[in-house]
Nanobody, 122 residues
Framework: QVQLAESGGGLVQSGGSLRLSCAAS????????MAWYRRAPGKPRELVAF???????TYADSVKGRFTISRDNAKNTSSLQMNSLKPEDTAVYYC????????????????WGQGTQVTVSL
């Protein structure tokens, strides 16, 4: 089994910062890409930030210059540093990882965390 556990959500005022963390555990051979998604009330889930195994990153236009994704391959963790938060960043944030569980896996499996609430007040 593989599990992803997020932490770091909470309530913050507009302009503030939060740091989300995601830890993958269980039967893991290697992790390909990691990403953060979010789902705001009444809106579809959207990709916020993505980082591949080489450390290359992509961001949603709405968070460019404010959010930074990183990963620690040795610890199987990913983080999302969120600065200059806005009320429209309010959402449940989900960690996603593409994980090879064994050397024999042809393709990675997609795994999700339970989500962590981020609320940005005016």
């Amino acid at each position: 089994q593989v599990q992803l556990a997020e932490s770091g959500g909470g309530l913050v005022q507009s302009g503030g910062s939060l740091r989300l963390s995601c830890a993958a555990s269980g039967s893991i051979f290697s992790i390909n890409a990691m990403a953060w998604y979010r789902r705001a009330p009444g809106k579809p889930r959207e990709l916020v930030a993505f980082i591949n195994s080489r450390g290359m990153t992509t961001y949603a236009d709405s968070v460019k210059g404010r959010f930074t994704i990183s990963r620690d391959n040795a610890k199987n963790t990913s983080s999302l540093q969120m600065n200059s938060l806005k009320p429209e960043d309010t959402a449940v944030y989900y960690c996603n990882a593409q994980i090879f569980r064994t050397l024999l896996d042809i393709a990675p499996g997609h795994y999700w965390g339970q989500g962590t609430q981020v609320t940005v007040s005016l």
